[in-house]
């Protein structure tokens, strides 16, 4: 069924496209003049197909479902189901014979989503005040406006980038508070799923605190932290430093490191505490450990909250699948997903759900920076997250870099546009607080 939530890919087109040419060689060549570059494809795995099938044409191998599963498996061994997801290609293919038509879909609504990409570019450098960038993304817009089907006025988009992109993107309803994120994803919104990956100690709980104190402190929404990993006390402190713009030091000191402070920095935060916990008693709810479905589904209904953080995805799965790993981890996940998907539509808030890597292959290359694949459920994040967001703090592990930048890259977003590549954000350690690297100073 073709996807009736956005209208900038066409899933249905896709695979009709590729089965077509899977199942009649001789459309491969019409296709590959409609289609120059696999990039063209949404879901990456079709991109996957493509390229291999491309491959074996210009090589003269035969083209057939068996032999392009076997190319496949050999390329990508990783990947789980590649025979039932080939299946699925060729069984859902109408009509073999119209896959130039199907192709000219798939052209169209990747110009539209490179379109919107571009856009993204160009508001987030407007906003960032980068001229040189923002005229370079224009140039791209205006070349790339000849190719859309029914493009905005550009004119009239650029007229109001100017002065209205900077409103539309220094404040949205509930934001990550840096300026240059918030721009390509526009901030955390009501029914939409967002997914925030890094290793591990990258800085996925620090911005996740961060979103949660702004959405408290300055929107005044309502918020429930759902901490899979650390204490809820553990996560209420560092709120209430983040809040105040003190170091975690404090905490650090505090549990015996320089006893000679203990008291002083204890009584602080005591106060801290208290004040935090009185101002937001009906705003705040953070659980730890051992929660189920049931549990987020009955917070959800009790207190209709218009943010709820997810801490983090791993751990979350052997307490969320009510039993169903029985049937397997790829169950799993797709039941988690469904469920997570379905309550944050149901509830209409805000999900930010942070994933962390534990594949093997990231254990033996931890050089690389990470792409949504080397993620447990990479493929149920890609398909079923209105925004994947992705954090690499280099300094772990190339103490050169600046310990003051965090690399950040939208890998995906169906309201706005990709970063298109990675961007550096200022992050200050003993504050655990992000901004934008071009003005280090502290985010409010």
């Not at 505490?273 to 008693?281: L, P, R």
């Not at 997810?310 to 996940?333: H, M, P, T, V």
């Not at 997903?337 to 594949?359: G, H, I, P, V």
Request: glycine content about 6%.
């Amino acid at each position: 069924m073709v996807n009736q939530e956005h209208t900038t890919y066409d899933l249905e087109a896709e695979i009709g496209t590729l089965g077509s040419m899977i199942l009649n060689g001789a459309q491969v060549l019409k296709i590959k003049g409609i289609i120059p570059t696999s990039s063209y494809f949404y879901a990456a795995f079709h991109q996957i197909v493509y390229r291999v099938i491309v491959g074996m044409w210009d090589a003269n191998i035969p083209l057939d479902i068996i032999t392009i599963k076997d190319a496949v498996q050999k390329k990508n061994p990783l990947i789980p189901d590649i025979p039932e997801r080939l299946m699925t290609i060729v069984e859902g293919t109408p009509t073999k014979g119209n896959g130039v038509y199907y192709a000219k879909i798939v052209k169209e609504k990747y110009l539209e989503r490179e379109y919107m990409r571009l856009s993204g570019l160009v508001s987030s450098h407007t906003a960032s005040g980068d001229k040189n960038a923002q005229q370079q993304a224009v140039s791209e817009l205006q070349k790339l406006s000849t190719l859309v089907r029914d493009p905005p006025n550009l004119n009239t988009f650029l007229d109001e980038g100017i002065e209205g992109m900077r409103k539309r993107f220094s404040g949205p309803e509930m934001d990550f508070g840096i300026l240059r994120l918030d721009a390509f994803t526009s901030g955390l919104q009501k029914g939409l799923l967002t997914v925030l990956g890094a290793r591990e100690s990258h800085g996925k709980t620090a911005i996740a605190i961060q979103a949660t104190w702004r959405t408290l402190s300055i929107s005044g929404k309502k918020v429930i932290y759902y901490s899979y990993d650390l204490a809820a006390k553990d996560i209420f402190c560092r709120m209430c430093l983040h809040g105040a713009n003190k170091s975690t030091d404090i905490v650090w000191k505090s549990w015996g490191i320089d006893p000679a402070h203990r008291e002083s920095e204890m009584n602080q935060l005591r106060a801290m505490g208290e004040e935090v916990a009185e101002a937001y008693k009906d705003k705040l709810l953070i659980r730890e450990y051992n929660i189920t479905r049931q549990i987020v589904e009955s917070d959800l209904m009790a207190m209709r909250p218009d943010l709820i953080v997810i801490d983090y995805l791993q751990n979350a799965l052997e307490d969320w699948g009510s039993g169903r790993k029985f049937f397997g981890e790829q169950a799993e996940l797709r039941h988690f997903f469904t469920t997570l998907k379905d309550m944050t539509n149901k509830y209409n808030c805000a999900t930010l759900l942070l994933s962390q890597f534990n594949r093997p292959e990231d254990r033996i290359d931890a050089s690389r920076k990470p792409e949504l694949r080397h993620y447990k459920g990479g493929g149920y994040i890609e398909q079923a997250a209105n925004a994947a967001i992705l954090l690499d703090y280099e300094y772990r592990r190339n103490p050169i870099r600046s310990k003051n930048e965090i690399d950040i890259k939208v890998a995906k977003v169906t309201f706005g546009a990709t970063s298109g590549g990675w961007f550096p954000v200022y992050f200050d350690p003993p504050t655990q607080r992000f901004n934008n690297i071009e003005k280090n100073n502290d985010s409010q």
